[in-house]
């Protein structure tokens, strides 16, 4: 004998989405690190991005029109994290441009243990866009209509 499951009725999307806890957890993750991603990392390479290229020698490798491209990207990513319909989508995207800085550190630059900062946050963001992926579907649906 099977007894009707009322929890059953409900989308798939209720189930996708964070307790409150845990709601509250990534929002201070994401404030924290969208602010840090603005004011700290891409802000400086929009700003003052001769400063950048002068005073650090790994960013001398890198040309300077690609610098002010991830300048603006970690900016969009930042603001990004903050808009609740485009978390996930930009918590993927600064997941992986942190994996590549990884990446930049450790065979551009030539200093692998620089690279493990990088590959920490890729890993946060990685779970963030996991658990805000419900907001991707909900995205995807509005665009659609």
Same mark, same amino acid.
């Given at each position: =004998?099977?007894?009707?499951?009322?929890?059953? /009725? !409900?989308?798939? *999307?209720v189930? *996708?989405?964070? $307790?409150k806890?845990?709601?509250?957890v990534?929002? %201070?993750?994401?404030?924290? &690190? @969208?602010?840090?991603?603005?004011?700290?990392?891409?802000?400086?390479?929009?700003?003052?991005?001769?400063?950048?290229?002068?005073?650090?020698?790994? /960013?001398? #490798?890198?040309? !300077?029109? &690609?610098?002010?491209?991830? @300048?603006?990207v970690?900016?969009a990513? $930042?603001?990004?994290? =903050? +808009?609740?319909?485009?978390?996930?989508?930009?918590?993927? $995207?600064?997941?992986?441009?942190? +994996?590549? %800085?990884? @990446?930049?550190?450790?065979?551009? #630059? *030539?200093?692998?243990?620089?690279?493990?900062?990088?590959?920490?946050?890729? %890993?946060?963001? %990685?779970?963030?866009?996991y658990?805000?992926?419900?907001?991707?579907? *909900?995205?995807? /649906? =509005?665009?659609?209509?």
């Open positions: =004998m099977t007894t009707a499951n009322p929890s059953a /009725n !409900f989308s798939a *999307d189930t *996708d989405r964070p $307790g806890i845990r709601n509250r990534l929002w %201070a993750l994401q404030i924290l &690190l @969208g602010l840090f991603f603005i004011i700290a990392s891409g802000g400086p390479k929009l700003v003052i991005p001769n400063t950048l290229t002068d005073n650090a020698s790994e /960013n001398l #490798a890198i040309p !300077f029109g &690609l610098l002010i491209f991830i @300048g603006v970690e900016v990513g $930042g603001i990004g994290l =903050m +808009v609740p319909r485009l978390s996930a989508l930009a918590a993927a $995207g600064l997941s992986v441009l942190t +994996v590549l %800085a990884a @990446g930049t550190q450790a065979f551009i #630059a *030539d200093k692998p243990s620089m690279g493990i900062f990088p590959l920490v946050l890729a %890993a946060i963001f %990685a779970w963030i866009a658990e805000r992926r419900a907001t991707i579907t *909900d995205l995807r /649906n =509005m665009l659609s209509r």
